[in-house]
């Protein structure tokens, strides 16, 4: 199957500060990249998505930078809080247009104040 | 609008004992899924239907998994004989349809085999 490469494993970010996580894609017919946060004990939230017509979105302190190219996305948490401490996963659908995602094995953020 | 509900939220049983899972997603949504999460890992998807039927079932260990959705609406997760390596975190997730749309999860089952 088709998989999606996340690194860290594991991030650890000061109160303030900039958290960035990277996900490498291996099919280029991937057309939709979602990342989902979890906290422990909850099941995975969609917190932003991107379609490769555009290289970044935005939304509040959360951007997806995407790089067609180098099938890499990464996703930033700028001012990262405490309550962004949880697990982020990459995913993406291995068949254009279809919707059982693929994901990442995830990265656990830790923010300290 | 109420969530992806699943139950029980966790169960503990002995291998080769038999264990099901329920789950009641989103109204209105077509789109059923079941996902396996091992510690430390991603959701792997086990199954996909839409509305009552299967879309998408390769993952599934098919001699001790089973599913099914009756009338498109719940749906329960069995496992018969459970394996040690079985425990993990099944969660239900439900959208609106099998397009770019949001999935939603619930918050899960964790399975622990002893």
């Known amino acids: 199957q088709q998989q999606v490469k996340q690194s860290p494993q594991s991030l650890i970010v000061q109160k303030g500060g900039i958290s960035i996580i990277n996900c490498a894609y291996e099919?280029?017919?991937?057309?939709?990249f979602p990342w989902y946060q979890q906290f422990p004990g909850k099941g995975p939230a969609l917190l932003i998505a991107i379609r490769p017509d555009v290289s970044e979105k935005k939304e509040g302190r959360f951007t997806i930078s995407f790089n067609k190219s180098a099938k890499q996305f990464s996703l930033h948490i700028m001012d990262s809080q405490p309550g962004d401490s949880a697990t982020y996963f990459c995913?993406?659908?291995?068949?254009?247009?279809?919707?059982?995602?693929?994901f990442g094995k995830g990265t656990r953020l830790s923010v300290i104040a | 609008e109420a969530g992806v509900a699943q139950s029980p939220r966790y169960k503990i049983i002995e291998k080769r004992q038999s264990v099901a899972f329920w789950c009641n997603p989103i109204s209105g949504h077509a789109t059923l899924y079941w996902y396996q999460q091992i510690l430390g890992q991603g959701p792997k998807l086990l199954i996909q239907f839409q509305n009552n039927g299967v879309v998408d079932d390769s993952q599934l260990p098919k001699d001790r998994f089973s599913a099914e959705r009756l009338k498109g609406v719940d749906s329960t997760l069995k496992i018969q004989p459970a394996k040690l390596e079985d425990s993990a975190v099944y969660l239900c997730?439900?959208?609106?349809?099998?397009?770019?749309?949001?999935?939603?999860f619930g918050p899960g089952t964790r399975l622990t085999v002893l």
């Open positions: 995913a993406a659908p291995p068949n254009s247009g279809n919707t059982p995602l693929v």
């Open positions: 997730a439900s959208s609106f349809d099998n397009t770019y749309n949001e999935q939603f």
């Open positions: 099919n280029t017919a991937f057309d939709y």
